[in-house]
Structure formats: structure tokens, C-alpha cells
């Protein structure tokens, strides 16, 4: 299993921005996907951004054109730029991990074998 450590969170106004780091201890970190989830107060775990281990990137409706997610295979680290934050954006953030071989769907939980501990991002309005 792949240890994660998510840091960045914080309170932020509306508009503004924050970028997440997720530390992975992995040595094949380059042969991994990586993937940010949320799960928002009351609510459902629910998928933001993917990286495979190519470099595409996938990305939740809500999020598209305001965040990016990218990976340093130097610093085994994969990032989340959060911009143009909302109130809705308010949730904890899980940083996940897929080890090859690549298979499913990265948008899916289940897809992932390894998950950090999350880190609390608030949107003030």
C-alpha cells in the first residue's frame, strides 16, 4: 500500500485559491495514478481530478476550468490548484493512489488501493 499525506488545506475567501500537495512513499510513483476526491459536509464522498501515469487528466464537471491537477515524478508529489474557489467547494480532500497495473475507471473510487487522510478545505462566501 502506498502511504499519502495530504497538506495545503485552510480557510480561504470565496474567489480565492489554494493548492494541495499529496506526498506519496512510493518507489514506482511514476507508474501511478493519482487521483483527488471530496467529501463536502453531509454528503457523499464524491470524485475531482485524476493523473495517470501518462499524464492525462480527467476532471469533475464542477471543478473544470477552475482547478488543475499535476504530479512531480522527481518529488513523488501529485498537486491540486484550486482556483476561483466557491462556498460549495467546501469539503475534506482525500489525495488516492492506483499502483499498476492501471485497471478501471479513475473517476471511481474503487479504482484506487491506497487513500490519505484528507485534509479540510473552507470556502468562506
Known amino acids: 500500500q502506498v502511504q499519502l499525506v495530504e497538506s495545503g488545506g485552510g480557510l480561504v475567501q470565496a474567489g480565492g485559491s489554494l493548492r494541495l500537495s499529496c506526498a506519496a512513499s512510493?518507489?514506482?510513483?511514476?507508474?501511478?495514478?493519482m487521483g483527488w476526491f471530496r467529501r463536502a459536509p453531509g454528503k457523499e464522498r464524491e470524485f475531482v481530478a485524476a493523473?495517470?501515469?501518462?499524464?492525462?487528466?480527467y476532471y469533475a464537471d464542477s471543478v473544470k476550468g477552475r482547478f488543475t491537477i499535476s504530479r512531480d515524478n522527481v518529488k513523488n508529489t501529485v498537486y491540486l490548484q484550486m482556483n476561483s474557489l466557491k462556498p460549495e467547494d467546501t469539503a475534506v480532500y482525500y489525495c488516492?493512489?492506483?499502483?499498476?497495473?492501471?485497471?478501471?475507471?479513475?473517476?471511481?473510487?474503487?479504482?484506487?488501493?491506497?487513500w490519505g487522510q484528507g485534509t479540510q478545505v473552507t470556502v468562506s462566501s
Open positions: 512510493v518507489r514506482t510513483f511514476s507508474s501511478c495514478a
Open positions: 488516492a493512489a492506483r499502483r499498476p497495473p492501471i485497471i478501471g475507471n479513475l473517476y471511481y473510487e474503487r479504482t484506487y488501493d491506497s
Open positions: 493523473i495517470n501515469n501518462g499524464g492525462s487528466t
